[in-house]
């Protein structure tokens, strides 16, 4: 039996009850008219001000500031003026200033691919036959050229840490489609290089209350902690001890209203219940077809873990996920797409972990009618500039005032370019 019962009585009750029959009635009438939120789940769904497409948000972050000049932004003029100085080049621009050289050409070749003639680097051979889907953004500047700042900048708006992410944002005024799994999820290198620089605090949720921050998916082992219930605990005894520690901790809640983090830590408690049961079977890739899992890139040493990551976010889109983040590379230098030294090198192994395993996201989500409704994101920190840095091999350093960015799905029109 509910503990709430043995605490009050029948006239008790009754006062409770809405503050009175009078406040019951009211209610009623409030809720016909629309005129009330009568869920106490800070993540349930919401409407929006104006109908939109997009009901959820896979952002694939490009982590360690991704060369525009060598993917999708190609640049003629650099073949020209190959090994060039620039006349007034500010070499405090990027992070190495005594390192800077001349001009520097792609070492990629590029071509023109789908019906748009998008111009495309040879490293991603299958993200280029969906050209047609993507919309590019060629004008994207940020206030920072080192990655903590820039990654903060990002992922909230603004160049420090405290401000809510935008997957907070999203999560907050939309609510989520599912009761069973995380409204926002975050997945990170599973290859041991590490987390991105500034850690949790890109996805963390400002002032918003806590209940809105991602939730981090380990890449080994469960993917968050007490994913299983105890063997010596049946599901009805850890039900009972769930609805005590709840009617307690609302009772607290209730002589403490403003408490925030309280009313997040209750709903992280039914969550986690609830996620025992469906959280295994959505990240369960066993049941799916073989074909779709070679479409992917599962089949490839090179890109399986990648490609794992982008199945599974479909799976929990599919389930009601608002919005899910997969960072691409660790930490910074040569564990990220941070090709301060052998450009070539590390973004050529970089695109073979991500390139069939995007592509065949965009592919899958579009052969299930999901891709209209799912908002697919390609972004990092920043570009990298259009000289060299000199070194063993040539790379080259952070740019923060400009880099391409490219949306498809959602509502996005595809086969177009901006800046």
């Keep these: 039996m509910n503990p709430i019962f043995h605490s009050i009585n029948r006239r008790q009750f009754l006062a409770r009850a809405g503050m009175g029959f009078g406040a019951l009635g009211l209610t009623s009438i409030l809720q016909e008219e629309g005129l009330l939120n009568a869920s ?48 007034g080049f500010d070499r405090f621009t990027g992070f190495f200033a005594n390192a800077v050289g001349g001009l520097m050409k792609s070492p990629f070749q590029f071509t023109q ?8 680097s040879e490293i991603f051979p299958n993200l280029g036959q969906h050209v047609d889907k993507m919309a590019f953004i060629h004008s994207g500047h940020t206030e920072s050229n080192n990655h903590s700042p820039a990654l903060f900048m990002m992922n909230c708006g603004l160049p420090r840490m405290g401000f809510p992410c935008a997957g907070s944002w999203v999560t907050y005024g939309l609510g989520s489609s599912s009761r069973d799994l995380p409204a926002f999820i975050v997945m990170s290198d599973p290859l041991g290089r590490g987390l991105p620089k500034g850690h949790a605090a890109n996805w963390g949720a400002g002032f918003l209350p806590s209940v809105y921050q991602g939730t981090h998916f380990r890449p080994k082992g469960d993917p ?32 403490r209203p403003y408490e925030e983090e309280l009313a997040a830590r209750i709903e992280s408690f039914e969550l986690a219940y609830r996620m025992q049961s469906a959280a295994p079977e959505a990240l369960d890739l066993s049941g799916e077809p ?3 899992k070679k479409l992917y890139g599962l089949d490839s040493k090179k890109s399986s873990h990648f490609a794992a990551q982008c199945m599974m976010a479909r799976r ?50 579009e052969q299930r009618g999901m891709l209209d409704e799912t908002l697919v ?4 920190e920043f570009g990298r500039l259009p000289v060299a ?5 040539p790379g080259r350093d952070h740019n923060p005032h400009c880099f391409t960015a490219w949306m498809a799905g959602g509502g996005i029109k595809g086969g177009v370019s901006y800046g």
Excluded at 326 to 331: E, F, L
């Design 316 to 365: 929990l889109v599919e389930r009601g996920t608002r919005f899910i983040q997969i960072y691409s590379g660790g930490m910074a230098n040569q564990r990220s797409w941070d090709g301060h030294n052998d450009i070539k090198g590390n973004h050529s192994g970089f695109a073979q972990e991500t390139d069939q395993p995007i592509a065949g996201l965009l592919a899958d989500l």
């Design 290 to 292: 073989e074909p779709l």
């Design 113 to 120: 691919r789908g019906q748009c003639g998008k111009y495309v």
């Design 40 to 87: 106490t789940n800070p993540l349930a769904p919401t409407k929006p001000h104006f109908g939109g497409k997009a009901k959820s948000v896979i952002w694939i972050f490009v982590n360690g500031g991704p060369s525009h000049v060598d993917t999708w932004d190609y640049k003629p003029e650099l073949e020209k003026r190959d090994g060039q100085s620039i006349e």
């Design 377 to 380: 994101v390609w972004a990092g």
């Design 389 to 393: 840095q000199k070194g063993s091999k």
């Design 224 to 255: 968050i902690d007490n994913l299983h219930r105890p063997r010596e605990q049946d599901g009805s005894r850890q039900r009972r001890q769930l609805d005590l520690l709840s009617f307690l901790n609302s009772e607290d809640f209730k002589r």
